[in-house]
Nanobody, 127 residues
Framework: QVQFVESGGGLVQPGGSLRLSCVAS????????MGWYRQAPGKQRELVAS?????????????KGRFTISRENAKNTTNTVNTVYLQMNSLKPEDTAVYYC???????????????WGKGTLVTVSS
């Protein structure tokens, strides 16, 4: 069983910052993809940033130089907690969108892997 929780959205003024968090916890063997996507009204969902299990990052053009994706991973004998962050600086009104977290996990119940998606967290950039 995997628990999957996103948080951190809200209202921020132009030029401000927000940090989004996405926590996956449970019997996780490995993680093959982690990323943040966003969807603005009337537009398609787009990649914001992704990070591999080895720490290699990739950013969409709109995020380069302003956003940073990072991860933390903690394990004990019974549980793994994998957290993915998106630090967003110098926010612009065009960054307004619903942001979705994605983690691709191999678990005790999904041994071939399964993509987990968050329900989305709204980020509004407005004065």
């Amino acid at each position: 069983q995997v628990q999957f929780v996103e948080s951190g959205g809200g209202l921020v003024q132009p030029g401000g910052s927000l940090r989004l968090s996405c926590v996956a916890s449970g019997s996780i063997f490995s993680i093959y993809v982690m990323g943040w996507y966003r969807q603005a009204p009337g537009k398609q969902r787009e990649l914001v940033a992704s990070i591999s299990s080895t720490g290699i990052t990739n950013y969409g053009d709109s995020a380069k130089g302003r956003f940073t994706i990072s991860r933390e991973n903690a394990k004990n004998t019974t549980n793994t907690v994998n957290t993915v962050y998106l630090q967003m600086n110098s926010l612009k009104p065009e960054d307004t969108a619903v942001y979705y977290c994605r983690q691709g996990l191999i678990t005790t119940t999904d041994i071939y892997g399964k993509d987990y998606w968050g329900k989305g967290t709204l980020v509004t950039v407005s004065s």
